[in-house]
Every structure is written in C-alpha cells, then in structure tokens.
C-alpha cells in the first residue's frame, strides 16, 4: 500500500525567502506526481505535475523535482510571497488511483 | 486547462436524508471520475473510482450502500450519500483524468456536506 508523507506539517516564513516542501512516497513504482495548493475550504489547483519517466517541472517561481528511486520529490518556492499562504499537497499515482499527502499548510509573512 | 464542476458548493441537511452531489467534466469527456472525501485538517482520502456506464469501484472500508456512484455519462458522475448521518459531514471532491493524455487530474471545487 502506496503512503506519502509531507514535511514539514506547518511552516512560517517572512515574505521574500526561498523555500522547500518535501514529499516522500514508499512504492517508487509510480505513473506520476503532482503538487496541488489548496487554500482553506476550497478544492485543489495544479501547480506542476511531473511523469515517473522525468526529474523536475518548472512554472515560473516554482520547481519540483522526482527521484523516483529514493521515493522523494521536493517543490522548491522561489522568492516567497503572501499569496503564496495555503496547504501544499503532494500525490502520488499509481495503480490507478492516486494517494495524497496529509499536506504542508505554508504562512509567509509580509 | 480542463475544467470540472461540482454542485452544490455547500448544501446542509438533516440526519436521515439523502444527498446527491454532482461532478461534472465541463469540456471534455472523462470515462473514468474519482471522489475524495477531506475531513479537517487532514488529506483526501479516496472513497471511489467511477467508471462511465459500469459500477463504481469502492475503497476499502467505503459502503458502496451508504455512497452511491452513477456515472451515466462522459461529463457527469453523482455521488449520493444515503441516510446522512452527522459524522458524514465533510468535504467532498471530484477529480478526472482528460483520457488518453498526461493522466493530471482535475479537481472540482469541492461541496461542504453538513449533517444535522
């Protein structure tokens, strides 16, 4: 049974820095991940999706990356801003069915 | 992007009723739909893959009884939660894949089931 785990749960950071979400999966043999935002009672948006077959996605201030291997993937956020405040969920998809992260809920701070 | 609906966005109810809530694929056809339930503070569980024009698929621990799935067509699947009960109460969303591509999913906005 495929778990995923996001760390850190909660994090804080002043407007400006560059930080980075981490995700980790235990079964490598995946079709895809996929980083999604979700701001509070709301559904989720697509940030970056990246196939089992690539190492990173790009999309302007945001980069995440696969090793696949290790069953890790990290969405690196450049240049931190306020807007940027939400839970960041990571998914895994495999078998046919996709298993999501408890989420890292992100503050920054102006 | 693809874009896929959810109606009601809110809908509050008393113990004992039924619920339907819809998902819909606005501008594409999606053969298979998945529905998630999210209690707060926590992460999307998968309760149920829906396939077009068969049964539905369900997680286990999910009574296929209590949440009924119709997918009756390409756009639409419904969720139905029978006999609501207050501990139903949560968020629920949809997702599907556009066939034949990259397999992203998309997510509807989500419907906030409240239990009385």
């Known amino acids: 049974k495929q778990e995923v785990t996001q760390i850190p749960a909660a994090l804080s950071v002043p407007e400006g820095e560059n930080l980075v979400l981490n995700c980790s999966f235990t079964d490598s043999a995946i079709y895809n991940l996929q980083w999604f935002r979700q701001d509070p009672g709301k559904g989720l948006t697509s940030l970056l999706l990246?196939?089992?077959?690539?190492r990173e996605q790009t999309s302007g201030r945001l980069n995440a990356s696969l090793d696949k291997s290790s069953g890790r993937s990290t969405l690196y956020i450049a240049a931190s801003q306020p807007g940027d405040s939400a839970t960041y969920l990571c998914a895994v998809r495999g078998g046919g069915k996709s298993t999501f992260g408890d989420g890292t809920t992100l503050t920054v701070k102006p | 992007g693809a874009v896929v609906s959810q109606h009601p966005s809110r809908v509050i109810c008393k113990s004992g009723t039924s619920v339907k809530i819809e998902c819909r694929s606005l501008?594409?056809?999606?053969?298979?739909m998945f529905w998630y339930r999210q209690f707060p503070k926590q992460s999307l569980m998968l309760m149920a893959t829906?396939?077009?024009?068969?049964?539905?698929?369900?997680e286990q621990g999910v009574e296929k009884d209590k949440f009924l799935i119709n997918h009756a067509s390409l756009t639409l699947s419904t969720l139905t939660v029978t006999s609501a009960h207050p501990e139903d109460s949560s968020f629920y969303i949809c997702?599907?894949?556009?066939?034949?591509?990259?397999?992203?999913?998309?997510f509807g906005p989500g419907t906030r089931l409240t239990v009385t």
């Open positions: 829906s396939n077009e024009g068969s049964k539905a698929t369900y």
């Open positions: 997702s599907a894949s556009i066939p034949g591509t990259s397999n992203e999913q998309y």
């Open positions: 990246i196939q089992s077959s690539q």
């Open positions: 501008d594409f056809q999606a053969t298979t």
